[in-house]
């Protein structure tokens, strides 16, 4: 029986409409006027709240199996339904086993079984001494690959230096997948950290001069080079500096395969607003100052960063050392899954942006970066109907009980924002209504095939 959503902004790729989102047996059928609607057709109207395609997270670190306590794939999925996103991409560390292996990653399968709300996929990971099992990930579905140019702030996923990235760059260029790198490089930390001896870890000037844009900035030149070598496609995950935007762009104009994210507390908090001992703003690179959060959405502006994906990177609540708020021993990681969309709204709305934007930001870019782009990321015929209901107008302060993931721990609660995720369908299912959630789990593994 055909369904039809109706909604005066429908986001397409063709631009927004108003009309209905027809759809039968968890497949879009056509996005067509209501009068050209079936006079049989059961109807649901969402008036002037916008239907947007399913939300994409090609960053989120799920932990699962080995430290569900940290997050798992329940909680995980269930906070992303709330937040409106259909898809998520695991991150390869945190998780025990991490996955580097296929091994690994058949076990992260057997733990995801029947506990997923919404979509995912996962990355493969790309570490000191795994050169060998690259391409049979790569066969195994894996979406692409992860790596870190510093100590990763878990021993069992090791960061790479020069010689094992290009050790492995060959690998990677051969699977045609993206290599995703954490592009910071120890030597400018090292060396800013000795100078802060006896600085007070509860300024968080003190951790943010511990993390100079240059550790950014190096890293940043590196790839690049190596990426004009060897010809992969490069993407540099969260990226902090606006100082690395024109090394970007440049290479992007040299028609180097290089994209970019960013991500919503780089575009949303501001060095200035931390206060002492807010080690819930602590992330690694770190919240630069408001100049440079300005210049991230410029960069949003002129397409040099491509897309925004939340590193939802949750921890036990001790983990972020809420108690001392020394920023040296707390955990760097913010969690965002089910606030993200309306911080974002909340910001680009108000700097002229629209919903046409942020969609190709969270869902379609996304989409493309992991081969997923003719299954999600956007609303068409004979697409799956995977979609968002978003009350655009709708302003709200966030409590712990709107965060949906396991540990109740964000800095955007108390935070005034604007737009509200009122339901999110998968395959045509709503997996989230009006604060409910859907009994039966029915997300699926998404996987690519080199």
Known sequence: MAHAYLSERIVTPDGIVSGALLIQDGTIVDIRSVAELPADVERTDFGAMAILPGLVDAHVHINEPGRTEWEGFATATRAAAAGGFTTLIDMPLNCLPETTTVANLELKREAAVGK????????????????????????????GFKCFLIYPGCDGFTMIDREQLEAALPFIAESGLPLLVHAELAGPIDAATSALAGNDWREYATYLASRPDEAELSAIRMLIDFCRTYRFRLHIVH???????????????????????TCPHYLYFAAEGIA???????????????????????????????????????CPPEMKGLEHGEFNKAWGGIASLSLALSVIWTEASRRGFGLSDVVRWMSARPAYLAGLQERVGS????????FVVFDVEAEFVPEAGDLHFRHKVSPYVGQALLGRVRATYLRGEAVFRDGEFAAVCGGRELTVKP
Do not use: F, Y
């Open 379 to 386: 609303l068409a015929a004979g697409r799956e109907a995977s």
């Open 239 to 261: 990226l902090a500096t606006m100082l690395a935007l024109p090394l970007l762009a440049e290479a992007k104009a040299e028609g180097l395969p290089i994209t970019v994210e």
């Open 116 to 143: 997923c709300l919404v979509d995912w996929a996962a990355w493969g990971g790309a570490v000191a001494d795994n050169q060998a099992h690259i391409l049979p990930l790569a066969r195994a579905g894996v979406t």
């Open 276 to 314: 002492v001992g807010s080690t819930l703003h602590k992330c690694a690179p770190p919240i630069r100052s408001e100049a440079n959060r300005e210049g991230l959405w410029q960069g949003l502006r002129d397409g040099v960063i491509d897309l925004i994906a939340t590193d939802h990177s949750p």
